[in-house]
């Protein structure tokens, strides 16, 4: 896959922060995946992706065939906690004999991932691919850093990014249905230490006759067991 800026791609577990949103705008990945590859390569230092450094976007692109080359320029300065670097307006007026057809800059202007190429621009607050005159891209931020990013083949990363099947979702699912057809409710709103799921009977059933003294159970599979038990009460 040729390397090229691409629409930011959001599965069901999208990550709105910029520096999955420029790997998903970088490769076939959603940002999910993207966090999820970051998380992953931290050996379990990281466990929410917000806020990224670079070591972290730059190991992620490198799983997906991505070399980064930091890219300095006379007469640009680049922002430190001691003096203020060049503007992103500036920087890329300085670059415009730079950016030709094919080059891929990944800028960090305002504390922001961005990515450049040619007069094309996206990040993960715009999530659209814009021209670098857009109105919406921050041109007055100070840019502290920027790589040239190079692939002969973007590729999927060797470890496994795609989200967990959740183990309790069928089970979950049966349940809410089996409550449904029956008129039983059920509840997940209490603390843990109180148990997981409440399950209430049909009204219909006495409480009498109900033959479970607790109502809260700790897994889904219990749930379902009990409400199979109230379909069988109702069914006699």
Same mark, same amino acid.
């Given at each position: 896959?040729?390397?090229? $800026?691409?629409?930011?791609?959001?599965?069901?577990?999208?990550?709105?922060?910029?520096?999955?949103?420029?790997?998903?705008?970088?490769?076939? $990945?959603?940002?999910?995946?993207?966090?999820?590859?970051?998380? $992953?390569?931290?050996?379990?230092?990281?466990?929410?992706?917000?806020?990224?450094?670079?070591?972290?976007?730059? %190991?992620?692109?490198? @799983?997906?065939?991505?070399?980064?080359?930091?890219?300095?320029?006379?007469?640009?300065?680049?922002?430190?906690?001691?003096?203020?670097?060049?503007?992103?307006?500036?920087?890329?007026?300085?670059?415009?004999?730079? %950016?030709?057809?094919? %080059?891929?800059?990944?800028?960090?202007?305002?504390?922001?991932?961005?990515?450049?190429?040619? %007069?094309?621009?996206?990040?993960?607050?715009?999530?659209?691919?814009?021209?670098?005159?857009?109105?919406?891209?921050?041109?007055?931020?100070?840019?502290?850093?920027?790589?040239?990013?190079?692939?002969?083949?973007?590729?999927?990363?060797?470890?496994?990014?795609?989200?967990?099947?959740?183990?309790? @979702?069928? @089970?979950?699912?049966?349940?809410?249905?089996?409550?449904?057809?029956?008129?039983?409710?059920?509840?997940?709103?209490?603390?843990?230490?109180?148990?997981?799921?409440?399950?209430?009977?049909?009204?219909?059933?006495?409480?009498?006759?109900?033959?479970?003294?607790?109502?809260?159970?700790?897994?889904?599979?219990?749930?379902?067991?009990?409400?199979?038990?109230?379909?069988?009460? $109702?069914?006699?």
């Amino acid at each position: 896959m040729k390397l090229k $800026l691409r629409l930011i791609k959001d599965g069901k577990d999208k990550n709105r922060y910029c520096g999955p949103s420029v790997i998903s705008a970088l490769t076939s $990945l959603t940002t999910g995946e993207a966090a999820r590859l970051i998380r $992953l390569q931290s050996n379990g230092r990281v466990t929410r992706v917000m806020g990224t450094h670079s070591g972290q976007v730059v %190991r992620a692109l490198k @799983a997906c065939n991505i070399q980064t080359k930091y890219f300095s320029k006379p007469g640009l300065r680049y922002h430190t906690y001691r003096r203020p670097g060049s503007t992103l307006a500036a920087w890329l007026k300085a670059t415009k004999e730079d %950016r030709t057809e094919g %080059r891929v800059f990944l800028i960090v202007a305002g504390n922001h991932w961005q990515l450049v190429s040619g %007069r094309r621009y996206t990040c993960g607050r715009i999530r659209d691919i814009v021209s670098i005159r857009d109105k919406r891209v921050k041109r007055r931020a100070r840019v502290s850093d920027v790589w040239e990013l190079v692939s002969d083949n973007v590729t999927k990363p060797d470890l496994d990014v795609s989200k967990p099947k959740d183990p309790n @979702a069928a @089970a979950r699912s049966k349940a809410y249905r089996l409550a449904k057809k029956i008129g039983a409710e059920l509840d997940t709103q209490f603390i843990r230490t109180y148990g997981d799921v409440w399950v209430y009977p049909p009204s219909s059933i006495k409480d009498e006759d109900d033959p479970y003294g607790e109502h809260n159970v700790y897994e889904w599979s219990e749930a379902v067991e009990m409400l199979e038990t109230y379909q069988r009460m $109702l069914n006699k």
